[in-house]
């Protein structure tokens, strides 16, 4: 599994550290509607990697790709309407997660 620090709204990618196959999955529950894509290298991966979801839905996207060591990957703002705001203390009056994303390496190094 890959880790690393990542700032909200710094747009902080995470770093492959080994070459081979990856899931990436990721689920982000927006205020608004939105679409997200997987980037690698903030390059687009293929347009089947776009997802979309209404307001307050969850937003749940996986994709295999095939990588190397140093390509960094990012979850970015595609077509939203506008900023992608995460609500706090969905379902409850506890703050609860509202997105998060893994990385799991399959083979490879």
């Known amino acids: 599994m890959v880790s690393a620090p ?3 709204g710094t747009g902080t990618g995470f770093t492959v550290p080994n070459t081979g196959a990856y899931k990436v999955s990721f689920s982000v529950t ?3 509607t939105n679409q997200l894509e997987i980037r690698v290298n903030n390059a687009v991966t293929g347009n089947f990697l776009t ?3 209404e307001a307050d839905q969850p937003n749940v996207g996986t994709a ?3 990588l190397v060591a140093g390509d960094v990957i990012t ?3 595609l077509t939203s309407a506008g900023d992608v705001v995460l609500p706090v ?3 409850g009056t506890a703050n609860s997660v509202n997105a998060w994303i893994v990385i799991e390496q399959l083979n490879g190094q």
Do not use: E, I, M, Y
């Open 6 to 8: 990542s700032t909200p």
């Open 30 to 32: 927006a205020s608004g």
């Open 51 to 53: 997802f979309g979801a």
């Open 64 to 66: 295999l790709l095939p």
């Open 75 to 77: 979850l970015q703002n």
């Open 89 to 91: 203390k969905v379902g």
